[in-house]
T-cell receptor, first 116, second 114 residues
Framework: AQSVAQPEDQVNVAEGNPLTVKCTYS??????LFWYVQYPNRGLQFLLK??????LVKGSYGFEAEFNKSQTSFHLKKPSALVSDSALYFC??????????????FGGGTRLMVKP | KAGVTQTPRYLIKTRGQQVTLSCSPI?????VSWYQQTPGQGLQFLFE???????NKGNFPGRFSGRQFSNSRSEMNVSTLELGDSALYLC???FGSGSNNEQFFGPGTRLTVL
């Protein structure tokens, strides 16, 4: 079975400061990892993914994430937060070695609040 | 390119009724997945359809069913609605299945069961 943990329900950061949203995962095989963002009354928007290769992945809106295999983590980062980044962030995993199609397992979500 | 569209956006039903939700994927995408989002359980996978075949199914009762048409549009049906079925139902499309393609989500259908 696969699982994702987002240990922080909420992260508060001041505008202009760096932000980190944490994610750890568990899969039996090798992971595909994804970050999505959800704004109020909207669906999920894709930010970035890790498939293989470079451990630092760059995505949309200045976000990046670092894959750490030994710590089974995939933390989302941004060097300078904007008020408009305030939203709900979801980390998701898919086991590339199991025959589960496109099924994603999501973490519980982390609400990011960026204050002016 | 148009994104994933879901209809209707909002629905109010009463217990015991049934409901059908519709999803039109991005043009050229052949995989459609459905997820249920609730405050208590978070985002949970319902099922995936690829080329009109159910590819995978999550841990939901048989009251939840779906299908996919030859144009890749998908519907999901919930019969004998319960209060706990109140949720945001999200549809996601992807070009392939079991690959490294990301999924693109629609805006969701908010179902309220009274």
């Amino acid at each position: 079975a696969q699982s994702v943990a987002q240990p922080e329900d909420q992260v508060n950061v001041a505008e202009g400061n760096p932000l980190t949203v944490k994610c750890t995962y568990s899969v039996s095989g090798n992971p595909y990892l994804f970050w999505y963002v959800q704004y109020p009354n909207r669906g999920l928007q894709f930010l970035l993914k890790y498939i293989t290769g470079d451990n630092l992945v760059k995505g949309s809106y200045g976000f990046e994430a670092e894959f750490n295999k030994s710590q089974t983590s995939f933390h989302l980062k941004k060097p300078s937060a904007l008020v408009s980044d305030s939203a709900l962030y979801f980390c998701a995993v898919r086991d590339m070695n199991n025959n589960a199609g496109n099924m994603l397992t999501f973490g519980g979500g982390t609400r990011l609040m960026v204050k002016p | 390119k148009a994104g994933v569209t879901q209809t209707p956006r909002y629905l109010i039903k009463t217990r015991g009724q049934q409901v059908t939700l519709s999803c039109s994927p991005i043009s050229g995408h052949r995989s459609v997945s459905w997820y249920q989002q609730t405050p208590g359980q978070g985002l949970q996978f319902l099922f995936e359809y690829f080329s009109e075949t159910q590819r995978n199914k999550g841990n939901f009762p048989g009251r939840f069913s779906g299908r996919q048409f030859s144009n890749s549009r998908s519907e999901m049906n919930v019969s004998t609605l319960e209060l706990g079925d109140s949720a945001l139902y999200l549809c996601a499309s992807s070009f392939g299945s079991g690959s490294n393609n990301e999924q693109f989500f629609g805006p969701g259908t908010r179902l309220t069961v009274l």
